[in-house]
């Protein structure tokens, strides 16, 4: 939790660490550089599109994590998930029923809940531009890929609302105009294979194209008992064509065509609870060699098709226009059983599908000699979408019970926004310093119709729509989110910078509301950060040091409290909590000689609700949870975490060419990744027994490869790779489900009650050790 006390502020630490930090490396920049210095490589500069337009890296003042072709290749990362195990500051585990969608979290923002389609997420994720808005099937292999920048804290002037935590660009390559043929293939263990093929053909008048298939599988790791699939297996295939049209003269057009299919079974989950109560029942800490019993596991089906059209016009030196214009469906339908690790049978089936159309206008340029430049722009985005739930449950221990839900949900958003940033050099300081203002106005509108029927051994106990019970709900709302940043050059090599912005997570309501409640919404969440940056090159140039220490203020939470004590999977969402997230992030790159790198990524987080009064009409309400011991206003702060926030994770690398021969040369690359421990829930606080429970344990993993890469002709490179991921074969759970709660709950019905706690958790083993071989040929 956030420590408040005198002298022990965390940003205060921060914020004294980056000036003790500053003081010393200043110095280092201005003095000599040590005598190996000249026996060392240079570090090549960055491209980024960070601020809408392109950029160097250490001159944009926004926390950035930015990976190019080689750098995924040299790590393994072939989609988002990891990216984000590359990424300190974001953490991750996949949905309960489905690998191919992700609960995503950075600096401790994110949504859990992603399989609601009236809810949003916290983290932009965003194609060439266009906004991806679904958590759904966002596993895509991330294939023809020029670079992946992640820009850490909101966004929320020039990428607008659900930014709260930060924002990921995932950049192809465009077409070049000339002929090019690339070829990966990949085997590994688990029965994986990936193809990747690409295309790009010679320039036909003012046009040019690529065309590129990706062809990816793998086995389940757990095995079925019975005939039908194993637990998670995975395949892909999509496609992709890109065209550019452009002349000598000042137009420019791009569009890109893909289209992809993902299928996927579901994890395999076990809980302690039940060994010794199923006969043949096991959990040993490592993923399950096979399920305890014989379960239907039908393949989940994914299928998405994007569009994406971006026309450029450079009217003058100082005037540039853009149109994007982008529509993306998808439809995906996934299944999973628990195999009892809730203590009764629990299958479900989801079926969500949503289409997407947005529209953004841009004016970029400079004004005033070059002295202030902007970007401005329009926006507007449309989105419809559904979602269908099927969920049995039945009992597996003495007693009858067999409780069949259903649900069906519709949803149409709307979302408007004009936005505007300059950045003003004032004629002082020999032009080192830098003032950014930013604003964004933002109009959303949101509607959403539920139908629902419970049956209890086939009779109906609860029906929507029905006389009197309201079974929709609409929601308008409008922010402004300004931003201001101050970035001051102390020489070519050295600068930082004070950022202060803001950004919202849209309003919405809860699909699983009780009976009645799915007229209730909630507003938008809202934070606020201070961010203080060092960007810098140490060495002449063979070390790039950047640091971020910052504080999050969040406003107007949206939290989730169970609204039935018979009933804990009824949920209601609500603005409800005050937050404040701490936190430091370090970025380092050193090649101290020649042909040998070494990586350094840190976060530290110090995350902690302020408030968190107990609401009216959920279980901690007495008049609805007779067990309750608390008030309906009282400070509940002690028993929530924050989720998704461990308070260490570190990256460290090394990348060492050691043998040079001939036109070839051989690399060992080595990764480790550590994490403390990470809560899956927000109800798990301090004061919550057995709180450990619904979190997953600190762990570290070691990554590598061997990559021997040569030119083996006038044009061509060939590239072959041997990887080994979770090199020591480390047994750790990649979901924990929470079981259980954060207070006391009495049944209406039995009287019969819970303690508050949770108890041993259904947990999903990550996969043990894998390896494989990936050759690359380039032409």
């Given at each position: 939790m956030v420590d408040h006390r005198p002298g022990q502020n965390p940003l205060a630490r921060s914020?004294?660490?980056?000036?003790?930090?500053?003081?010393?490396?200043?110095?280092?920049?201005?003095?000599?550089?040590?005598?190996?210095?000249?026996?060392?490589?240079?570090?090549?500069?960055?491209?980024?599109?960070?601020?809408?337009r392109e950029g160097n890296l250490q001159e944009t003042p926004i926390a950035i994590t930015a990976m190019d072709a080689k750098t995924l290749l040299d790590r393994g990362i072939v989609d988002l998930e990891g990216v984000i195990k590359a990424t300190p500051s974001m953490?991750?585990?996949?949905?309960?029923?489905?690998?191919?969608?992700?609960?995503?979290?950075?600096?401790?923002?994110?949504?859990?809940?992603?399989?609601?389609?009236?809810?949003?997420?916290?983290?932009?994720?965003?194609?060439?531009?266009?906004?991806l808005s679904r958590g759904q099937l966002v596993t895509f292999d991330l294939a023809d890929v020029e670079r992946v920048e992640v820009l850490r804290g909101p966004q929320g002037t020039l990428y607008g609302r659900n930014t709260t935590g930060g924002a990921v660009n995932l950049i192809s390559r465009k077409p070049s105009g000339e002929f090019g043929f690339k070829q990966e293939l990949g085997i590994g263990s688990e029965g994986r294979l990936r193809s990747?093929?690409?295309?790009?053909?010679?320039?036909?008048?003012?046009?040019?194209?690529?065309?590129?298939?990706?062809?990816?599988?793998?086995?389940?790791?757990?095995?079925?008992?019975?005939?039908?699939?194993?637990?998670?297996?995975?395949?892909?295939?999509?496609?992709?064509?890109?065209?550019?049209?452009?002349?000598?003269?000042?137009?420019?057009?791009?569009?890109?065509?893909?289209?992809?299919?993902?299928?996927?079974?579901?994890?395999?989950?076990?809980?302690?609870?039940?060994?010794?109560?199923?006969?043949?029942?096991?959990?040993?800490?490592?993923?399950?060699?096979?399920?305890?019993?014989?379960?239907?596991?039908?393949?989940?089906?994914?299928?998405?098709?994007?569009?994406?059209?971006?026309?450029?016009?450079?009217?003058s030196d100082a005037l540039t226009l853009r149109s994007l214009t982008g529509y993306r469906d998808i439809s995906t339908i996934y299944y999973q059983d628990y195999a009892e690790t809730f203590f009764v049978g629990f299958q479900s089936s989801d079926d969500i599908a949503s289409d997407q159309f947005s529209q953004e206008f841009q004016a970029l340029g400079t004004l005033f000699d070059g002295r202030v430049e902007?970007?401005?722009?329009?926006?507007?985005?449309?989105?419809?979408?559904?979602?269908?739930?099927?969920?049995?449950?039945?009992?597996?221990?003495?007693?009858?019970?067999?409780?069949?839900?259903?649900?069906?949900?519709?949803?149409?958003?709307?979302?408007?926004?004009?936005?505007?940033?300059?950045?003003?050099?004032?004629?002082?300081?020999?032009?080192?310093?830098?003032?950014?203002?930013?604003?964004?106005?933002?109009k959303d509108e949101r509607k959403a119709d539920r139908e629902l029927l419970s049956e209890y051994f086939g009779y109906p106990i609860a029906r929507e729509p029905a006389p009197g019970l309201v079974s929709s709900n609409d929601l308008e709302s409008s922010e402004f989110n300004p931003s201001f940043t101050a970035n001051f050059a102390w020489n070519e090599d050295v600068s930082t910078y004070l950022r202060i912005a803001t950004g919202y997570k849209a309003g919405g309501s809860s699909e699983s509301v009780d009976v009645g409640q799915f007229g209730v919404t909630f507003d938008p969440e809202k934070v606020t950060v201070y961010e203080l940056g060092l960007k810098s090159y140490l060495f002449d140039r063979t070390m790039r040091l950047n640091m971020a220490a910052f504080r999050s203020d969040y406003e107007d939470m949206q939290l989730f409290f169970n609204t039935s004590p018979g009933d804990m999977s009824v949920v209601l969402g609500m603005n409800a909590g005050k937050?404040?997230?701490?936190?430091?992030?370090?970025?380092?790159?050193?090649?101290?000689?020649?042909?040998?790198?070494?990586?350094?990524?840190?976060?530290?987080?110090?995350?902690?609700?302020?408030?968190?009064?107990?609401?009216?009409?959920?279980?901690?309400?007495?008049?609805?949870?007779?067990?309750?011991?608390?008030q309906v206003g009282e400070?509940?702060?002690?028993?929530?975490?924050?989720g998704y926030a461990p308070e260490n994770t570190l990256n460290v690398g090394a990348n060492w060419t050691f043998l040079q021969l001939g036109r070839g040369d051989l690399t060992a690359i080595l990764n480790y990744r550590w994490e403390d421990r990470t809560y899956h829930t927000s109800g798990a606080g301090p004061a919550v027994p057995n709180h450990e429970n619904a979190s997953r344990p600190s762990y570290g993993l070691w990554d590598g490869r061997l990559s021997w890469q040569s030119d083996i002709g006038e044009h061509s490179k060939l590239r072959v790779d041997l990887w080994g991921k979770n090199l020591a074969d480390r047994k750790w759970?990649?979901?924990?489900?929470?079981s259980g709660g954060p207070v006391t709950v009495r049944d209406p019905v039995s009287g019969s009650v819970t303690p508050a706690g949770y108890n041993p958790a259904p947990t999903a083993w990550a996969e043990r050790r894998s390896y494989g071989i990936n050759v690359v040929y380039e032409y």
């Open positions: 914020i004294r660490f980056a000036t003790v930090m500053l003081a010393g490396v200043c110095p280092l920049l201005l003095g000599a550089a040590p005598s190996w210095a000249a026996a060392s490589a240079a570090i090549e500069e960055v491209v980024v599109t960070a601020e809408r953490s991750f585990t996949p949905y309960p029923p489905t690998v191919h969608t992700l609960t995503l979290y950075m600096r401790g923002s994110g949504v859990q809940d992603v399989g609601q389609i009236t809810i949003d997420t916290a983290i932009g994720l965003y194609q060439d531009g266009f906004y990747l093929s690409v295309v790009d053909l010679p320039r036909s008048g003012n046009l040019s194209a690529k065309l590129s298939y990706l062809a990816r599988e793998k086995d389940g790791y757990v095995r079925n008992r019975g005939s039908s699939n194993d637990f998670g297996e995975e395949e892909q295939a999509a496609g992709r064509v890109a065209l550019r049209w452009a002349n000598d003269g000042p137009f420019a057009a791009d569009y890109f065509f893909e289209k992809g299919d993902l299928d996927s079974t579901a994890l395999y989950y076990t809980s302690d609870g039940l060994v010794g109560l199923l006969p043949g029942y096991s959990n040993s800490g490592k993923p399950e060699d096979v399920s305890y019993r014989a379960i239907d596991l039908p393949m989940g089906k994914g299928e998405f098709t994007g569009h994406g059209l971006t026309l450029s016009w450079e009217v902007y970007v401005a722009g329009l926006y507007y985005f449309d989105e419809e979408g559904r979602h269908i739930q099927n969920t049995l449950i039945t009992n597996v221990f003495p007693g009858a019970l067999r409780l069949d839900k259903y649900r069906f949900v519709e949803m149409e958003s709307e979302s408007q926004a004009a936005f505007a940033q300059f950045t003003w050099t004032p004629p002082v300081l020999d032009d080192r310093l830098e003032l950014t203002f930013g604003g964004r106005y933002t937050a404040t997230i701490d936190g430091i992030e370090v970025e380092a790159l050193w090649q101290p000689v020649d042909g040998l790198g070494l990586t350094l990524e840190y976060t530290y987080l110090d995350a902690g609700y302020d408030e968190v009064p107990a609401p009216a009409g959920t279980i901690f309400d007495p008049a609805v949870n007779t067990a309750s011991p608390y400070d509940v702060k002690q028993l929530f975490s924050t759970p990649l979901y924990v489900v929470a």
